[in-house]
């Protein structure tokens, strides 16, 4: 997993404001909007799709998607969405009916990129870009996208991607049920088997500020032995919709992986801030702090920081 963006929904630095985190010269300090990308296999999986996706995709070379899980209908998770055209493109009837474009710029064929997500989000994409699902008669190309309700996609029925015989070539996808305030919303759990048999994953928690005692223990069972939890972790203090550092902390101490990082940060504080927030705070969660000492982690996350399990 590749951490594309690690900021809040402004972005760090934040537009206008000349704090000490937003005019620091560290590049730890620079969040784009939240978003990752997963290699598995050859294979290219993008979470959320928010306005700055077209500058991720570029920094990141992004070249093929497989398919993109959405966590929720917010604009910094979202508002991306068209710039996904490049990797699957449905063309308008005056392109499909002039044989010189239609063969300049072929449509994709199939049902198009497979975006996974909730019910309740696909309602809401339905309804933010209805452009996308009608057919339209002049203009460009559009994205030719393939809304696919993950709900029922459980730990014990996961969506499994991949065709190929080896298991360890295959990834499962398991969404854990969240609440963003009086927001519903999607984490992700991915994993896969490796060659010993071992069930290994990362946990992508963003967005949140309440995960369930049932949402905990599917997070646990999805991941196997979980390397990697990316957890909303806004700021210091509480927040209404967003874990701050503590709520953060607590939710790790319960779900145990080895690595543990923070995302979705405001400007309040810097990188280092930070870190240095949680080792003064670790001696509260033991469970953590006995994993720190046999080697693991817990950490601010930083764009382009590449985790792997």
């Known amino acids: 997993m590749t951490l594309m963006g690690t900021g809040t929904s402004h972005g760090v630095p934040v537009i206008a404001c000349e704090c000490s985190v937003c005019t620091s ?31 991720q995709a570029l920094k990141f070379k992004i070249s093929r998607l497989d398919a993109v899980f959405i966590t929720h209908s917010h604009a910094d ?15 308008s009837f005056a392109m499909s009916h002039d044989k010189l474009i239609a063969e300049k710029y072929p449509e994709t064929s199939g049902e198009g990129l497979p975006i996974y997500t909730s019910e309740r989000t696909k309602g809401y994409i339905h309804e933010r870009f209805p452009y996308i699902f009608v ?24 969506l499994i991607l991949g065709a190929a015989q080896d298991e360890s070539e295959k990834i499962q996808v398991v969404q854990i049920p969240m609440l963003h305030g009086n ?30 005692e049932e949402s905990l223990a599917e997070v646990k069972k999805a991941g196997g032995e979980l390397e990697h939890l990316v957890i909303d972790a806004l700021r210091e203090k509480e927040h209404s919709s967003h874990c701050n ?20 940060i ?27 000492r046999k080697g693991g982690s817990v950490s601010p996350a930083y764009d382009g920081e590449i985790l792997n399990a």
Do not use: W
């Not at 405001?266 to 720190?292: A, C, G, W």
């Open 77 to 91: 998770h979202l508002h991306g969405i068209d710039d996904l055209r490049i990797f699957s493109h449905k063309n």
């Open 183 to 212: 927001h519903h919303t999607n984490g992700y759990v991915f994993a896969y088997v490796d060659c010993q048999g071992r069930k290994k994953g990362i946990a992508y928690l963003t967005d949140c500020n309440f995960i369930s």
């Open 245 to 264: 550092f503590l709520q953060a902390m607590g939710y790790a101490e319960k779900i145990g992986a080895k690595h543990t990082h923070f995302t979705h």
């Open 25 to 55: 010269s560290d590049s730890h300090d620079k969040r784009l909007r939240c978003s990752a990308l997963i290699e598995h296999n050859n294979q290219h999986f993008l979470i959320d799709v928010g306005p700055d996706f077209r500058f």
């Open 135 to 158: 057919d339209h008669d002049k203009g460009g190309g559009i994205p030719k996208l393939h809304l696919i309700s993950i709900d029922k996609n459980t730990s014990e029925n996961p």
């Open 266 to 292: 405001t400007h309040d504080m810097s990188h280092i801030q930070i870190q240095k927030y949680i080792d003064s705070h670790l001696s509260e969660f033991p469970n953590l702090r006995e994993i720190v």
